[in-house]
């Protein structure tokens, strides 16, 4: 959206995407969103069947009360989601203890992912082999 919105406001769009049951694409870089939208994302990816493609680019998503929470429980939601195939999280200040969580629960779980990009974050090259042997798949 590139509009700068809100941590609190990005929690208010992610929590529509929890009954969403048309919407395939959700583009919301560019904003503020950081530990509050994460944690509701995180929920809203559990209930969604339906989203596709997500883009967070340049979001602080590692900031925040509680962001190390925040960013596990995203890391669950992300490798137990079964329907979205695109996830953008280019430049959103993605730390190495969280860019491992991401890249664990990708390779373990139900993940479907087929495009993720996170250039412009803290991920060692190990966790990038093993997100890209998962995405090889």
């Given amino acids: 959206s590139n509009i700068g ?8 769009l992610a929590r529509a995407l929890h009954n969403n049951t048309s919407l395939k694409k959700l583009e919301m870089g560019g904003n503020q969103f950081a530990s509050v939208c994460c944690r509701q994302l995180a929920e ?12 967070l680019d340049s979001n ?11 960013m596990a429980l995203f890391s669950q939601a992300i490798g137990k989601n079964t329907s979205l195939t695109y996830l953008s999280l280019w430049r959103c200040g993605i730390c190495t203890r ?5 890249a664990d629960e990708i390779a373990n779980g139900l993940s479907r992912l087929i495009g993720f990009e996170f250039g412009y974050n803290h991920f060692d090259n190990v966790d990038i082999d093993v997100i890209t042997q998962k995405l090889v798949r």
């Fill in 5 to 12: 919105l809100s941590d609190v406001s990005g929690a208010f």
């Fill in 44 to 55: 809203s990816l559990l209930a969604n069947t339906t989203l596709n493609f997500l883009g």
């Fill in 98 to 102: 969280a860019s491992r969580l991401l």
């Fill in 60 to 70: 602080p998503l590692c900031t925040g009360n509680g962001s190390k929470q925040s």
